[in-house]
């Protein structure tokens, strides 16, 4: 029946043109969204280069000023209390700054390290208000090798003393002072983990021309901080590491490190950090351009996923930065499917509408049979087809009814013309006629 293709055709475009705007808009509103996740990796990579920045760069002065304090020539305990001033109040400054020292060359150590909190003070046995530790290794005169912390407060009152767990602690051994032995400037060390912190970071030394070394140890925590604070989504990933793919900041501060063998703690790689997204990015190279962002399947998860380069004091770093397509397009997925359900909307509604309407159509064209079928019968005692509202129809309408009425009229006049006995009335008949 004509009703039922009329409401089949106007659903079927109804439907197409739903689908069809409701992916144009999806694929626009993705379009936005990965051109946006471009934009935030950009902003991500400066925002961490920054942080490096003001990591690192600032340490240099540091360094250089506590190698020219009396304390690199002390030589007692005694001289080193009095001379430690300096330095309490440059890891004051400095929250970066995991622990400042000196190493001499007859085997003598001065660290001063700050306990920020509880778990710091409960890691070293400290006072409750104890704010800094010193580790001193001295060789006081007539006497043998001495090794003691100290534990002092705010205003570097000291709080009590006792003997370190680990005895024997010899600088000279340490990598931050052969390689400043071996450099007449400014050094840094390769990424490690420190031991009391369990923390990522790097030491900046300098050896002075008394000989000694001086150290400043840098935790890169805050760097991991920074990444975690500029996470667009809970699911993003985002990771600082070396050209050895070890980890030196995370978006999740609390995994950055793992442990070794013999209880030995080292910098975690990405392969280490169980994320199957991390693990297959490549280190950025120098004479690689800044790469754009590309699709990866990892985990049962597509994401996309980025490699910046981080230029910093220790060398070029490599951003990774990976981010699940699920929360990407989150928005242009629910537009897309609002659009797909505002158009069954819309085809329900119109539905009875459109079934009614073509029912009037289909109404009209029935009555338009039945006075055919009157007409192919001989019978023309019924009613006129009525009018309709579709031109065609109303016109189809109106023929039929002529059409009726003229075979009518034919009929009566050959009705007429049997029953006419004069000749002169019949040819009078048929020429008015």
């Excluded at 189809?396 to 050959?414: S, V």
């Amino acid at each position: 029946p004509l009703h039922v293709h009329i409401t089949t055709l106007f659903s079927a475009l109804v439907l197409a043109a739903g689908i069809a705007l409701g992916w144009l808009g999806y694929v626009q509103s993705r379009d936005i969204a990965l051109d946006s996740a471009e934009s935030s990796f950009r902003r991500i990579g400066a925002s961490v280069r920054e942080s490096l920045r003001g990591t690192l760069q600032p340490i240099h002065g540091l360094t250089r000023l506590l190698a020219a304090q009396a304390v690199v020539r002390a030589s007692t305990l005694e001289q080193r209390i009095e001379a430690m001033s300096p330095i309490a109040a440059a890891i004051h400054q400095n929250p970066v700054v995991a622990a400042a020292y000196v190493g001499y060359p007859d085997g003598g150590f001065l660290l001063v390290r700050p306990l920020p909190d509880e778990a710091a003070r409960a890691f070293f046995h400290a006072p409750p208000q104890a704010d800094f530790l010193v580790h001193n290794v001295d060789f006081p005169a007539g006497a043998e090798r001495r090794e003691i912390y100290l534990f002092f407060d705010r205003s570097l009152a000291e709080l009590g003393r006792r003997r370190p767990e680990k005895y024997g602690y010899d600088p000279r051994g340490r990598p931050w002072y052969v390689l400043a032995e071996r450099s007449d400037d400014l050094v840094l060390t390769e990424p490690y983990a420190f031991f009391a912190t369990a923390s990522p970071g790097v030491t900046f030394a300098l050896r002075t021309p008394g000989g000694s070394v001086v150290g400043v140890d840098v935790t890169l925590r805050r760097v991991s901080e920074t990444l975690s604070a500029l996470r667009t989504s809970p699911a993003m990933r985002i990771a600082l590491f070396d050209g050895e793919r070890r980890v030196l900041a995370y978006s999740d501060p609390e995994r950055a490190i793992v442990s070794e063998r013999e209880g030995a703690l080292a910098l975690a790689k990405l392969a280490d950090l169980g994320e199957p997204v991390l693990a297959e990015l490549a280190p950025a190279r120098p004479e690689q351009a800044p790469a754009s962002s590309r699709l990866i399947t990892a985990g049962d998860r597509d994401w996309k996923a980025a490699v910046l380069p981080a230029q910093s004091l220790r060398g070029l770093l490599s951003l990774g930065i990976a981010i699940p397509l699920d929360d990407l397009l989150v928005d242009a997925r629910r537009i897309r499917d609002q659009g797909f359900l505002a158009t069954l909307a819309v085809l329900l509604l119109a539905l009875p509408v459109t079934w009614w309407i073509a029912r009037r159509i289909g109404n009209a064209l029935r009555d338009v049979t039945e006075q055919a079928n009157e007409i192919q019968q001989l019978r023309f005692g019924g009613a006129p087809a009525a009018r309709s509202a579709v031109l065609e129809v109303d016109q189809l309408a109106g023929a039929i009814n002529l059409a009726r009425d003229t075979i009518r009229r034919f009929l009566d006049i050959a009705t007429s013309l049997v029953a006419e006995r004069r000749f002169d009335a019949l040819l009078e008949r048929l020429v008015r006629e």
